[in-house]
Nanobody, 117 residues
């Protein structure tokens, strides 16, 4: 059974930085971590950043220039470096992967990021 394990969330002041990490554990053969999403209270889950197998990345307009997604293929992990954090970045951040052998999405349990004034 494959699991996505997220880490690195927490409380930070506005303007600060956090680094989130997502690792695939268990039977992770065929699991490709592809993106980070976030969900603020009372809102939909939104795409934050994507990364391809080759490392090409894409970002939501709201985080461009502040967030950086990266992949360590050897460890099958994906990280999200978040700089210049704003109050509106407060949300639960979810790691998203696709199981290419079972043809299904895989979600992490989420990690809380809270930005205070």
């Amino acid at each position: 059974q494959v699991q996505l394990v997220e880490s690195g969330g927490g409380l930070v002041q506005s303007g600060g930085s956090l680094r989130l990490s997502c690792a695939a554990s268990g039977s992770n053969s065929g699991v490709e971590i592809r993106a980070w999403y976030r969900q603020a209270p009372g809102k939909d889950r939104d795409l934050v950043a994507t990364i391809t197998r080759s490392g090409a990345s894409g970002y939501a307009d709201s985080v461009k220039g502040r967030f950086t997604i990266s992949r360590d293929s050897a460890k099958n992990t994906v990280s999200l470096q978040m700089n210049s954090l704003k109050l509106e970045d407060t949300a639960v951040y979810y790691c998203y992967a696709y199981h290419t052998l079972q043809n299904r999405p895989v979600w992490g349990q989420g990690t809380q990021v809270t930005v205070s004034a």
